[in-house]
């Protein structure tokens, strides 16, 4: 089972910045298509498709984030990147990466990384 290791959260002011990190478990990483989804606080909220990176680094982005967040990876680190810029408080919620065609097994997640924008 690939394991998933996001880290880089934490409280920030409006307007500041974060990058988030994932670590990925397996040895055929340069392979995955990755993704970072975000689930914001509060009852029945759903999961958000923040940002998705391709094998060959082709990038997309939810229209929420567009222009503000960039995806990257470091296939010989076996990492993929989500750099945060002019945050907003509505970007408050829990991230997690994935690799793209798991998102829909519910045990293939892991804890996420926590952030918090403060208005």
């Known amino acids: 089972q690939v394991q998933l290791v996001e880290s880089g959260g934490g409280l920030v002011q409006a307007g500041g910045s974060l990058r988030l990190s994932c670590v990925v478990t397996t040895t055929a990483f340069r392979m995955y298509d990755m993704v970072w989804y975000r689930r914001a606080p509060g009852p029945g909220q759903q999961r958000e498709l923040v940002?998705?990176?391709?094998?060959?680094?082709?990038?997309n982005y939810g229209d929420s984030v567009k222009g503000r967040f960039t995806i990257s990876r470091d296939n010989a680190k076996s990492t993929v990147y989500l750099e945060m810029n002019r945050l907003k408080p509505e970007d408050t919620a829990i991230y997690y990466c994935?690799?793209?065609?798991?998102?829909?097994?519910?045990?293939?997640w892991g804890q996420g990384t926590q952030v918090t924008v403060s208005s």
């Open positions: 940002a998705r990176i391709t094998s060959i680094g082709a990038t």
């Open positions: 994935n690799r793209d065609r798991n998102r829909y097994d519910p045990s293939s």
